[in-house]
């Protein structure tokens, strides 16, 4: 199993990225998918989730109304669609695999990770 992901890079506050996980080696429709992210000095925390089935999303408090989560499941890849970004959203992104949602946002028995993309926001 492989993910993918890209779509990184630097960008002033206030811009927007879209960051790409495409995954092989998996039945993509049956996992729920979610980014993570981990900023220097400071553990790995849960960014957004997309169910494989109904494709509910969920967000955290610090990036809902701003990044948008969503799937393909003709292309195996999952999105982050991030807006209005600050800063504070600095750190490297990593996608996640898991038939369980409920795991995709704990992340701490997740499946498959991906290898992560940097995100640089300058102020």
């Known amino acids: 199993v492989q993910l993918q992901a890209s779509g990184g890079g630097l960008v002033q506050a206030g811009g927007s990225l879209r960051l790409s996980c495409a995954a092989s080696g998996l039945t993509f429709s049956s996992y729920a998918m979610g980014w993570f992210r981990q900023a220097p000095g400071k553990e790995r925390e849960f960014v957004a989730r997309?169910?494989?089935?109904?494709?509910?999303?969920y967000y955290a408090d610090s990036v809902r109304g701003r990044f948008t989560i969503s799937r393909d499941n003709a292309k195996n890849t999952v999105y982050l669609q991030m807006n209005s970004l600050k800063p504070e959203d600095t750190a490297v992104y990593y996608c996640?695999?898991?038939?369980?949602?409920?795991?995709?946002?704990?992340?701490?028995?997740?499946?498959?990770w991906g290898q992560g993309t940097q995100v640089t926001v300058s102020s």
């Open positions: 996640a695999a898991d038939p369980r949602a409920s795991a995709v946002v704990r992340g701490t028995d997740v499946a498959y």
């Open positions: 997309i169910s494989w089935n109904d494709r509910r999303t």
